[in-house]
C-alpha cells in the first residue's frame, strides 16, 4: 500500500513550458487535492476533485488546470509556465468531504519541487 | 488574505519543555481545526484535530485546546522532544463541501536536547 504518490520529484522548467504533474493513490479514496506551499504563506488549495471526471476550483487556481478521468489518478497542468508558480506541490487524498458523512481525513503525497526559471 | 492566522514563526524549545503554537480564524462557519506536521522532503501528515463543541482535545503528548468566542486555537506539545523538530500547520474547513482546508503559514519547531 504507497498511499499518495506523486511524480516527478523535482522539475526545472523555463517560463512558457508545459508539463503535468501526477498524483496517484491506492486507498480507493474518492477526492483529491492539489496544494501548493509557498514559504511564509503555508499551504493553499489549487483545485480538487469530488470522483472521477469531476474537478473544482480552490483558493489559487489561475495557471493551472486538472483532470481526473480515473479515480486513482489527479492531473495538475501548467500550460505556460511562470516564475510565480515556483513552488512545492502537494496532492492529498480523502475518502470522502465534509458532507458525505464519511472519513474525511487527508493523506498527503511527499510533494513536487518545481522551479520555473 | 490569510484566513488562518498562525504564529509564532518560528520556536525553540528545550528538551522537556512545552511547546505552544497558536492559531486564530474570523469565518465562524469553520468547525473543524486539524493540525499537520510536516518533516523536512515529507508531505504534511494529521497530528490531531478538534471540532468546536470540545475545548480540549489530548492525545498523547499533544493537546488542542480551543477558545470558540476568542476564535482562536493552540497546540501544546508537552515534554518536548528532539524528535517533535518539524513544522506544525493548523488549518480549518467548513461544515459543507469537500473538506477543503485553509492553512495557517506553518510554525518551526526546534527541539534542543
Known amino acids: 500500500n504507497a498511499g499518495v504518490t506523486q511524480t516527478p520529484k523535482f522539475r526545472v522548467l523555463k517560463t512558457g513550458q508545459s508539463m503535468t504533474l501526477l498524483c496517484a493513490q491506492d486507498?480507493?479514496?474518492?477526492?483529491m487535492y492539489w496544494y501548493r506551499q509557498d514559504p511564509g504563506m503555508g499551504l493553499r488549495l489549487i483545485h480538487y476533485?469530488?470522483?472521477?471526471?469531476?474537478?473544482a476550483k480552490g483558493e489559487v487556481p489561475d495557471g493551472y488546470n486538472v483532470s481526473r478521468l480515473k479515480k486513482q489518478n489527479f492531473l495538475l497542468g501548467l500550460e505556460s509556465a511562470a516564475p510565480s508558480q515556483t513552488s512545492v506541490y502537494f496532492c492529498?487524498?480523502?475518502?470522502?468531504?465534509?458532507?458525505?458523512?464519511?472519513?474525511?481525513?487527508?493523506?498527503f503525497g511527499p510533494g513536487t519541487r518545481l522551479t520555473v526559471t | 488574505q490569510q484566513q488562518v492566522k498562525q504564529s509564532p514563526q518560528s520556536l525553540i524549545v528545550q528538551k522537556g519543555g512545552i511547546s505552544i503554537i497558536n492559531c486564530a480564524y474570523e469565518?465562524?462557519?469553520?468547525?473543524?481545526f486539524p493540525w499537520y506536521q510536516q518533516f523536512p522532503g515529507k508531505g504534511p501528515a494529521l497530528l490531531i484535530a478538534?471540532?468546536?463543541?470540545?475545548s480540549e482535545k489530548k492525545e498523547g503528548r499533544f493537546t488542542i485546546s480551543f477558545n470558540k468566542s476568542a476564535k482562536q486555537f493552540s497546540l501544546h506539545i508537552m515534554d518536548s522532544q528532539p524528535g517533535d523538530s518539524a513544522t506544525y500547520f493548523c488549518?480549518?474547513?467548513?461544515?459543507?463541501?469537500?473538506?477543503?482546508?485553509?492553512f495557517g503559514t506553518g510554525t518551526r519547531l526546534t527541539v534542543i536536547p
Open positions: 478538534i471540532r468546536p463543541d470540545v
Open positions: 486507498m480507493n479514496h474518492e477526492y
Open positions: 488549518a480549518a474547513s467548513m461544515r459543507t463541501g469537500a473538506n477543503n482546508l485553509f
Open positions: 476533485s469530488v470522483g472521477e471526471g469531476t474537478t
Open positions: 469565518n465562524t462557519a469553520f468547525d473543524y
Open positions: 492529498a487524498s480523502s475518502y470522502g468531504g465534509r458532507s458525505s458523512g464519511s472519513s474525511y481525513e487527508q493523506y
